[in-house]
């Protein structure tokens, strides 16, 4: 480590993965003694050198697949390089997919007493901080329950109340804030605000919200298919993001039928391809139908698919969970296909993009990426001249004119 002052510090890094086609290729690959080769070679991370200093706000931002995720893993040493080196200084605490590092048969108290354990506090600490983690949670009665029965967004507010309690040197998020709503968004930014601001903590925020990284971080890390493109302020290099973000669209890089690169991926399921509507645009109020075919690679117990609509610059305008609908249902191993239907699209003219999540019975992200899938919406029998400037949606709204007199007598009356 060059200086006290660098928490982190990253040269030549890099990751390759063995991916293999099928569970039993694993065994083959072992069995063949390297005479065969059953798997082929992905590279998530590509000759990567940085360092951070202690109390910056790091915001790592990419498309899907860029390598942010396998990184913050690195970090907090979940993934050893296949090249290079990593050198961190500090007391690192993640939050990285749902509900790593949870059992899912503790309840979450126990959960939490475990955690504190893996971070080197005893229990005599842990249950000194164990208000004020169940107080940030705000979960009520389920803390005594087994994590398994959480929702996605249990999961997330539990796991941060842990993480930002444990008193962090190096806090890494890795996206899973999106889970939660706005409200508790705002909650946890504060915190790691008066994380950062109070106690000098280091912050390394992986988020696809880049407004949310050019208000909170100070610097960020740009990623491109594995290679760290941009290393600077964060105004500089969200702009460069939003640019190649609109270079890629116009230039049709992520067209329909082409292997789709995910942020979240441990090989039991495989998108192959997703769909809106017959390609053509589609208008306004018509029906909307989005197709999804996937691979599982082994039986799952319960899949919960999360489906939404978003622009470019990923402000999502409306998200679907199929356990809205219904309990996780069992799913054998296989390929299968989705169809999700919208009756009426309120979205206004414009182009959209589907984001997908995929996730299983407790929670745990599977597959999830925006930008999976571009589509068109058009005004067709609108008379599009008539249409606000500016908003998303074209709600239903009604309108009434009423004249003074019939308007005053339908406030309530004083007295």
């Not at 270079?247 to 690169?261: F, K, V, Y």
């Not at 296909?337 to 414009?350: C, Y």
Request: with cysteine; glycine share 10%.
């Amino acid at each position: 480590m060059p200086s006290d002052e660098i928490v982190i510090s990253a040269r030549n890094l890099a990751k390759s993965y063995r991916l293999f086609g099928h569970p039993g290729d694993r065994v083959k690959q072992f069995l063949s003694l390297g005479l065969k080769r059953y798997h082929r070679e992905f590279t998530a991370l590509r000759d990567v050198s940085f360092d951070i200093r202690r109390g910056e706000t790091i915001g790592i931002i990419g498309r899907n697949g860029s390598g942010k995720s396998t990184l913050l893993q690195l970090v907090c040493g979940i993934l050893k390089p296949s090249a290079g080196t990593i050198a961190v200084n500090g007391r690192v605490s993640a939050l990285l997919e749902l509900g790593a590092g949870f059992n899912p048969e503790f309840t979450g108290r126990e959960n939490v007493y475990f955690q504190g354990a893996i971070m080197g506090l005893g229990r005599a600490e842990m249950e000194a901080r164990f208000a004020a983690i169940a107080a940030f949670a705000d979960i009520g009665e389920f803390i005594d329950q087994p994590v398994r029965t959480y929702s996605s967004g249990m999961f997330v507010r539990l796991a941060f109340a842990v993480a930002v309690h444990v008193d962090p040197d190096i806090l890494l998020v890795d996206e899973a804030l999106a889970v939660g709503d706005q409200v508790f968004q705002r909650k946890c930014i504060d915190h790691m605000e008066m994380l950062h601001r109070e106690l000098g903590a280091t912050v390394l925020l992986v988020s696809h919200n880049i407004r949310q990284v050019e208000r909170f971080c100070s610097r960020v890390l740009l990623l491109d298919q594995g290679r760290l493109t941009f290393e600077g302020s964060a105004n500089e290099g969200c702009n460069l993001y939003y640019q190649s973000t609109e270079q890629a669209t116009q230039a049709g890089t992520e067209a329909r039928g082409r292997p789709l690169a995910p942020d979240v991926f441990d090989g039991r399921v495989t998108v192959d391809n997703v769909n809106v509507g017959d390609g053509s645009a589609i208008g306004m109020h018509d029906p909307l139908t989005i197709e999804v075919e996937l691979e599982l690679h082994e039986d799952m117990k319960g899949l919960e698919v999360v489906a939404g609509m978003h622009t470019q610059d990923l402000i999502y305008v409306a998200l679907s969970s199929s356990a809205q609908r219904t309990a996780p249902a069992p799913m054998p191993r296989g390929s299968h296909r989705i169809r999700i239907r919208l009756l009426d699209n309120l979205l206004r003219p414009g182009n959209y993009w589907i984001g997908l999540g995929i996730y299983d019975q407790i929670g745990r992200p599977l597959w999830r990426g925006d930008h999976v899938c571009p589509f068109a919406v058009s005004a067709k029998s609108v008379d599009i001249t008539r249409l606000p400037t500016s908003g998303l949606l074209d709600l239903p709204f009604e309108w009434d004119f009423l004249p003074a007199g019939e308007a005053s007598a339908s406030r309530p009356q004083k007295g």
